[in-house]
């Protein structure tokens, strides 16, 4: 089912240094799910934390979504407890 965007803008919120460090490190690691064994798990962290510490220096402000509700895995309408 796909998300409803059309009020995304009027929920944006800044993202935090951590989050856009940790978004960046994990870049560093992995090529999607495939970990990327060129770059180690320091080296992707101080190069993220570098990164930010420059985009915040430079007036840049990343905005993020809220987390998404978590999806259901059930198929079928009863509920709890019915047979």
Do not use: C, W
């Not at 978004?23 to 799910?33: K, Q, T």
């Not at 993020?64 to 079928?76: E, G, N």
């Amino acid at each position: 089912m796909p998300q409803d965007t059309t009020n995304d803008a009027d929920r944006l919120r800044p993202a935090t240094a951590a989050e856009i460090a940790e978004s960046l490190s994990f870049a560093l690691r992995y090529d999607g799910r495939r970990r990327v064994h060129h770059a180690d798990d320091a080296m992707a962290r101080i190069t993220a934390d570098r990164l930010v510490a420059h985009l915040e220096r430079s007036g840049f402000v990343l905005m993020k979504r809220p987390d998404a509700a978590a999806p259901t895995t059930s198929h079928h309408g009863r509920g709890h407890g019915e047979s």
